[in-house]
């Protein structure tokens, strides 16, 4: 098994890798080229984003800069927009749903590392997936770790650390994000 076959099967791969690492630099490259572009260019950096994603849905709106590290494992549904400084570190999947709302500075990992001093000088990580519901709002400088599944409609309160699976028609707050309000409408 290659270690890119190790990645896609959830396995532990060894992060330094020659094909783990042409993954990357093509997002980096990619990204650049996106970030480059700026917002008088709508047109343009709309469909270099699209370049950048794996699927992405109608009325897609991504503001610079913008970091991944693949980029064909992001999946966003339709009306998607994000504000400046998103990074998305889609090692795993990251399938984002309609009518989701991203605020700046906002970052959603799907890589981990050992806990163990060996695995880490080893170069070892882990991808698990992040899913986010329909009709989501994320507000500024949230984080979303690895594994976490994220409901239909809800809110993230700015400046929230999202450790754990969040269910649907809630308000999470705080570090790490808890629920603390449930929505009705």
């Known amino acids: ?16 890798d020659a094909g783990v690492a042409a993954q990357k630099a093509r997002a980096a490259r990619l990204c650049q080229e ?3 572009i700026g917002a008088t260019d709508s047109v343009a950096q709309t469909a270099k984003a699209r370049e950048i994603l794996g699927a992405a849905g109608t009325n897609l709106s991504m503001q610079a800069n913008f970091n991944c590290d693949n980029g064909r494992n ?11 400084n998103l990074t998305i570190l889609d090692i795993a999947p990251v399938t ?22 060996k695995g880490r000088r080893d170069a070892l990580a882990k991808g698990f997936p992040v899913k986010i519901g329909n009709d989501v709002w994320i507000g500024g400088k949230v984080t979303i770790t690895p594994g976490v599944t994220i409901g239909n409609n809800v809110v993230v ?19 790490p994000a808890k629920v603390i309000k449930t929505l009705t409408e």
């Open 34 to 36: 996106f970030n480059a």
């Open 157 to 175: 309160a700015a400046g929230a650390v999202v450790t754990h699976d969040v269910p649907d028609n809630v308000v999470v707050a705080g570090v």
């Open 96 to 117: 984002i749903g309609d009518n989701v709302m991203i605020g700046p500075n906002v970052d959603i990992y799907t890589v981990n590392h050992p806990l163990t001093a």
């Open 1 to 16: 098994m290659t270690e890119l076959d190790k990645l896609a099967a959830g396995d532990w791969y060894d992060f330094k």
């Open 74 to 84: 992001i999946h966003v549904g339709n009306n998607f927009l994000s504000n400046y």
